[in-house]
């Protein structure tokens, strides 16, 4: 399989997964698992046709790590990004480093400074380690412009923090005060 066509399944699955599984008559519990046949089924009704080979090809070809499988092989979470408000997954609490940045584009800045991150329509703010990735997060959106986020001072005041299983940072909230534009 083609590069660009695992990509298109990503998405798809990016989709499914994290924001809209009713489009699919998918069920996904709690902690966003999804049984594989069921998704494979969902998709087929949209005229997709998935099969295990294929998603355990996207799972292990992500980039970012997006998705994981049950040990058993027979369902599929997005590890975080999600919106749909079937998913409450429960991330660990973990203490962040001194700094986390933040990408996004510069016509969002002006906003941003005045009320903090906001999660939007996600379930957690995203923050990374590195500028590098938050650039190219940025870059989805726009001119991007990369915010220095002090990530530690805010645990020690109490704000929780939490580490998905691709090493992508979540909290739910940055007052503007703990923002810098890098
Ligand atoms: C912006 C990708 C105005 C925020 C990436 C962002 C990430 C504000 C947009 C993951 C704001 C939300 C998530 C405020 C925040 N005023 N705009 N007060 N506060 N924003 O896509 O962080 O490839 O929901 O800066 O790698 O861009 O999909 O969040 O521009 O990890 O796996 O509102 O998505 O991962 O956009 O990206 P998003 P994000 P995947």
Do not use: C
Not at 59 to 74: A, I
């Amino acid at each position: 399989m083609d590069s660009k066509m695992l990509n298109e399944i990503s998405k798809f699955l990016s989709y499914i997964l994290r924001h809209k599984p009713d489009t699919i008559g998918l069920q996904l519990d709690v902690e966003g698992w999804a049984d594989i046949s069921s998704l494979i089924i969902g998709a087929a009704k949209e005229g997709r046709v998935l099969d295990q080979a294929i998603i355990h090809t996207v799972v292990n070809s992500s980039d970012k790590k997006r998705f994981t499988l049950s040990e058993d092989g027979q369902r599929i979470r997005a590890v975080q990004g999600h919106s749909t408000p079937d998913v409450n997954l429960q991330y660990m609490e973990k203490k962040p480093p001194e700094f986390l940045y933040h990408g996004t584009a510069t016509r969002f800045l002006e906003s941003i400074l005045q009320q903090g991150l906001i999660a939007g329509s996600r379930h957690h703010v995203h923050l990374s380690q590195d500028i590098t990735t938050a650039v190219a997060v940025g870059q989805r959106y726009g001119k991007p412009v990369v915010l220095k986020v002090e990530a530690l001072r805010m645990h020690q005041q109490g704000f929780p923090f939490f580490q998905a299983e691709n090493g992508v940072w979540l909290t739910n909230h940055v007052p503007n005060f703990f923002i810098y534009q890098e």
